[in-house]
């Protein structure tokens, strides 16, 4: 009587290790899963900012930066860790929906005309419904962003005028980092500003243009910005050096390389049917 208890005591102990061993390999299986689709979701949107190098509507090294700028205002103002992980993914696809504009605008380095200045403020929509209807949260990021970056905390800004926290975090989080880059860049109208200008004029832009939260989140993140500013700016002296010289391919090459982070140049011979290898 008391070994069959005993016996089926070791059965049932038995039968709940195999269940335990079998829920903890079908949970590491769910999270390769997941861990895969996000990647390649992150991997979709890298491509779809190159597809974008290729009409020249931004540099590469802008990308790379506005998304190490966001993820650190992000962390800043005590986001999750997938929170900034989806902000550093999905900011550099703020401008996607400059696809649609003719090169007579994307290229045009002067002043634009009141029409089409008007034109160039339809690519927040235009980013949006690129991604519209994504159940992934790091397109539909990716949406929130592309459709809110020119917003502003006064309700000054488009597509919609939104106002205050009206604005998605996201949008908010992004629209600082943007300025913040185009400030500290050289444009064809202006030098590139020192950093400590472009805080400084960042910060006095806090309740006009920006959520105050935000420019605490980006001044408390400053030392960690100021090492990003300071890394790049090599690298923006070097593409402008051989964007000089026109060679436009290995150009390119380099930056499709800082935005995937893969070093080195593609060689054909090393692909094969659907992989880059
Ligand atoms: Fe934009
Ligand atoms: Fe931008």
Not at 171 to 176: A, F, L, N, P, S
């Amino acid at each position: 009587m008391v070994s069959r208890i005993i016996g089926k005591r070791d059965m049932s102990i038995k039968t709940t290790r195999k269940y335990r061993e079998e829920l903890k390999e079908a949970n590491l299986r769910l999270k390769k899963a997941y861990k895969e689709v996000r990647d390649s979701h992150i991997q979709i949107v890298f491509r779809l900012a190159v597809m974008a190098e290729y009409r020249d509507m931004t540099t590469g090294s802008h990308l790379v930066r506005i998304a190490d700028y966001s993820a650190m205002i992000a962390q800043g103002m005590g986001l999750s860790k997938t929170e900034v992980q989806n902000v550093r993914y999905a900011s550099p696809m703020h401008d996607i929906g400059k696809i649609i504009l003719p090169d007579s605008i994307l290229k045009n380095k002067g002043k634009l005309t009141d029409d089409e200045r008007e034109v160039m403020k339809r690519h927040p929509i235009a980013g949006a419904e690129i991604f519209r209807d994504s159940r992934s949260p790091i397109m539909q990021a990716c949406g929130v962003i592309a459709l809110t970056h020119h917003e502003r905390y006064d309700g000054s800004g488009y597509p919609y005028g939104l106002k205050g926290k009206e604005i998605p975090l996201y949008g908010r989080i992004v629209g600082v980092a943007d300025v913040f880059d185009a400030l500290t860049s050289k444009r064809p109208y202006k030098k590139a500003y020192s950093f400590e200008r472009s805080v400084s004029m960042v910060t006095a832009m806090a309740g006009r243009n920006f959520d105050p939260d935000v420019v605490k989140a980006f001044v408390r993140s400053e030392e960690r910005i100021r090492g990003v500013w300071e890394a790049n700016r090599d690298i923006e002296d070097f593409l402008d050096g051989v964007g000089g010289l026109g060679e436009a391919v290995p150009r390119l090459d380099l930056k499709i390389q800082l935005m995937l982070g893969r070093a080195g140049r593609y060689n054909p011979r090393k692909m094969s049917g659907g992989k880059l290898r």
